[in-house]
């Protein structure tokens, strides 16, 4: 399963941004899927995820009124909001799959990750 991410790009603080992750599976609809992120100099963390359904999601506390995930399994893509951006947000995010169909949080709950796209909050 390939993964690709997009979406990625410079925005100034408390701009918005569209994310998007199209894995190349046809059996996309019945996989969960989530978002890390890893900023410079740290470690990658989990940010969002969403289930197969779409149903059900979960949130870093960090970024929870801010982004929101959503799952279009017509169009086999799925999509992190972000809005209200701040600098700390700065990172390269990664859209991963996870062949059981519910939530994960973890990255060693995720099957297949794609290579990222960069995302700069500066003014």
């Known amino acids: 399963v390939q993964l690709q991410a997009s979406g990625g790009g410079l925005v100034q603080p408390g701009g918005s941004l569209r994310l998007s992750c199209a894995p190349s599976?046809?059996?996309?609809?019945?996989?969960?899927m989530g978002w890390f992120r890893q900023a410079p100099g740290k470690e990658r963390e989990f940010v969002a995820a969403?289930?197969?359904?779409?149903?059900?999601?979960s949130y870093v506390d960090s970024v929870k009124g801010r982004f929101t995930i959503s799952k279009d399994n017509a169009k086999n893509t799925v999509y992190p909001q972000m809005k209200s951006l701040e600098p700390e947000d700065t990172a390269v995010y990664y859209c991963?799959?996870?062949?059981?169909?519910?939530?994960?949080?973890?990255?060693?709950?995720?099957?297949?990750w794609g290579q990222g796209t960069l995302v700069t909050v500066s003014s």
């Open positions: 599976e046809r059996k996309f609809s019945s996989y969960a």
């Open positions: 969403i289930n197969w359904s779409g149903s059900s999601t």
């Open positions: 991963a799959s996870r062949v059981w169909g519910t939530i994960g949080t973890m990255e060693n709950e995720f099957d297949y």
